[in-house]
Each structure stands twice: as C-alpha cells, then as structure tokens.
C-alpha cells in the first residue's frame, strides 16, 4: 500500500501570501494518477486538481499542482479567505484503490 | 447541476446493521463507477468501497470487508451501502463519491455526507 504523507500538518498564513503544500508518496506514483481536494468545516471535499497538476472545473487560477515521482506540490498563490481550510492529497493504486493523506490545515495567521 | 444526497445514517449498537442509501441526480448514473469514503469527524479521509457500472465488480477496504456490502441500482439512481456487524470504530460520516470517468481514479463530486455513530 502507498502511504501519502502531507506537510507541514497546519500552515498558518495571511490573506494575500503564497502557500505550499507538499504530498509525499512512499513509492513512485504515476503523476496522472494524483488528486488534491479542499475541505472546509461542515463540509464535503472539494476536487481542486486532478493529474498532479490540472484544475477542475470552477477551480480559481491561482491553485496550481505540480510534481512527479514520489514529491507532489499543491501551491496556492494570493490566499483569499475562503481559502483557509483543509488540504488532502489523494492516489490511485491497486489496493487499496485510493488512498489519502493525513491532511494539511491551512489557517489564518 | 449533479448532486448526491446521502441517507440512512444514525445511531446503531455494535454488532448492530445500517443501510446507507444515495441518491443521485444531474447526471445519467449508469455511466459512472461509485465509491464510499468515510471520515472520522476531526480526522483524514478513508476509501471504503468501490463499484462498477453494471455491478459486475465491487472492492472493499480490509477493515470492511466481510461486514460491508457495496450494490446500485441504475433504474433508480441509487447507491448502497449495507453495513453489517458494525463496531465502534466504524462510527464515521460516509461520503458517497462520483469517481470522473479517467483512466485514473480521481472524485469528482460528493454528497453531504451521513452520520453513523456505533455506541452502546
């Protein structure tokens, strides 16, 4: 089983300042196969982007993915305030099917 | 606009069973494989069950399977889940989850959620 693991476990910023989240794969995953999803409180996950790097619907151009291999980036230019939530990366495998990090806070400084 | 509407939720006794049933609409279902996720309130996200299209193949996480059991049925938009000897680390909210149809698995819209609580 791939095990994800996310850091830092909280990340606190302000509006407007840039955010990295990094998701880090115990073995090579294929970079298609990677997906990060917000999550606000009270609320269900929210795809963000799919293959490591591509936006989904309705997702603000200032989310962005990157990485490849085992090391995977979800940057976030310019936070807004809706944006402080929670982040999971998430794969693709065999068996399980899918898998999940343990999640990123991102919250307000 | 699609949507998923999770039902069936509550409080069950170990051992107990539950049904948890969703609803879905804005889409033609029969098209697109399904999944239920389920999250500890205050903790990460957990893959429990997966199905295909026309049922022909169902996948279980292992802290599930034997107990649980994933089914749809397309005429009447609807998916399952039926969960039997239930223990308390089985208390969760269980997402239903549309997975996009890609070569890959990714999960592209969700339901609420519904509560299950295992307690004596």
């Known amino acids: 089983e791939i095990v994800l693991a996310q850091s830092p476990g909280t990340l606190s910023l302000s509006p407007g300042d840039g955010a990295t989240l990094s998701c880090r794969a115990s073995?090579?995953?294929?970079?298609?196969?990677l997906a990060w999803y917000q999550q606000k409180p009270g609320q269900a996950p929210r795809l963000l982007i799919y293959?490591?790097?591509s936006r989904a619907t309705g997702i603000p151009d200032r989310f962005s993915g990157s990485g490849s291999g085992t090391d995977f980036t979800l940057t976030i230019s310019r936070l807004e305030p809706e944006d402080f939530a929670v982040y999971y990366c998430q794969q693709y495998g065999r068996s399980p099917r899918s898998t999940f990090g343990q999640g990123t806070l991102l919250d307000i400084k | 606009q699609v949507q998923l509407v999770e039902s069936g939720g509550g409080l069950v006794k170990p051992g107990g069973s539950l049904r948890l049933s969703c609803a879905a609409s804005?889409?033609?279902?029969?098209?697109?494989?399904m999944t239920w996720i389920r999250q500890v309130p205050g903790k990460g996200l957990e893959w429990v069950s997966h199905i295909t299209t026309s049922s022909s193949f169902t996948d279980y996480a292992d802290s599930v399977k034997g107990r649980f059991t994933i089914s749809r049925d397309n005429a009447k938009n609807s998916l399952y889940l039926q969960m039997n000897s239930l223990r308390a680390e089985d208390s969760a909210v269980y997402y239903c989850?549309?997975?996009?149809?890609?070569?890959?698995?990714?999960?592209?819209?969700w339901g609420q959620g519904a509560l299950v609580t295992v307690s004596s």
């Open positions: 073995q090579i995953v294929s970079s298609s196969s």
């Open positions: 293959g490591a790097s």
């Open positions: 989850a549309r997975e996009a149809r890609s070569a890959v698995v990714y999960y592209d819209y």
């Open positions: 804005g889409f033609t279902f029969s098209d697109y494989y």
